[in-house]
């Protein structure tokens, strides 16, 4: 079986995105997810996307990470599988998603895409985790540890990260980690090592919702705020129909195949 797909990326996050509405994506298989994702001997991504019928919404994205869990929610991959559902003609341009964390609603924008997102949850701030400074935490659709820091460039994210996403402090589950500093323009600086990826990606759209929300409930920031990610692109995140949004480019990179072989 031939597996088509297209590679996209939302402000560095890239995906894996395939329309699976038959059902016949084996998701079940980590080995063969584990070598479509991987950087130097497959086609490499931060997440492979999948595109499935929907009997709440118009339709479901299920997320896989490249360690082949899945997750409920990932803002930029529901950015971009928004994209591509309307580039497919399977919706218009605005749509409600149905996901792990509930159904979100998007609206492409020409190249860019809005989102609603989930109601953030279990907001706690000032988190003594025995490390330098306190952590605040978010969930905005997933897990997020917030570290403010004077600096991000400085940041060693792969073992300060590692050490954050794995505290006994956030269960068993762990939570991504951020190191984030609020600039004078009001702008936001952000770094993620991601859970499931397990290494710092160049964007991360739950993640940076998660800075976001918090700085401006600390009063650091206003709404609607840019977040600068590591990629070098930016997010913004804002309030939509009194729900929190994120909003930022949805690219495509390019399309292919991978043979499944003869396994189904």
């Known amino acids: 079986m031939n597996i088509s797909f297209h590679k996209m990326h939302g402000a560095g996050n890239d995906f894996i995105v395939i329309d699976d509405s038959g059902l016949r994506f084996p998701l079940d298989d980590t080995p063969f997810i584990q070598k479509m994702t991987a950087r130097r001997t497959g086609v490499g991504c931060d997440g492979v996307l999948l595109i499935q019928p929907s009997e709440t919404a118009d339709f479901r994205m299920r997320f896989i990470n490249p360690d082949g869990g899945e997750v409920d929610m990932c ?20 749509m409600t998603i149905e996901t792990g964390a509930g159904r979100v609603e998007a609206q492409v924008l020409g190249r860019q895409v809005r989102i609603c997102l989930t109601e953030p949850k279990d907001l706690k701030l000032g ?28 940041i060693d994210v792969q073992v300060l990260g590692k050490k954050i996403r794995e505290h006994p402090l956030f269960g068993s589950g762990g939570t991504n980690a951020n190191f984030a500093k609020v600039e004078a323009d009001g702008s936001i600086i ?75």
């Open 190 to 264: 952000l770094r993620t090592y991601e859970r499931g990826v397990e290494a710092e990606t160049l964007a991360c759209g739950t993640g940076a919702a998660a800075v976001g929300l918090i700085a401006a409930e600390k009063g650091w920031v206003s709404l609607p705020v840019p977040v600068h990610c590591a990629g070098g692109y930016d997010l913004v995140i804002d309030l939509f129909r009194n729900k929190a949004t994120l909003t930022g480019g949805a690219e495509y990179v390019f399309e292919g195949t991978v043979e499944y072989g003869d396994r189904v």
């Open 75 to 94: 803002g930029n991959g529901a950015r971009c599988i928004a994209r591509r559902a309307f580039d497919l003609g399977l919706v218009t341009e605005d």
């Open 127 to 154: 988190l003594d985790a025995g490390l330098e400074r306190p952590l605040d935490f978010l969930n905005t659709g997933v897990e997020h540890a917030v570290d403010w820091v004077d600096d991000p460039s400085e």
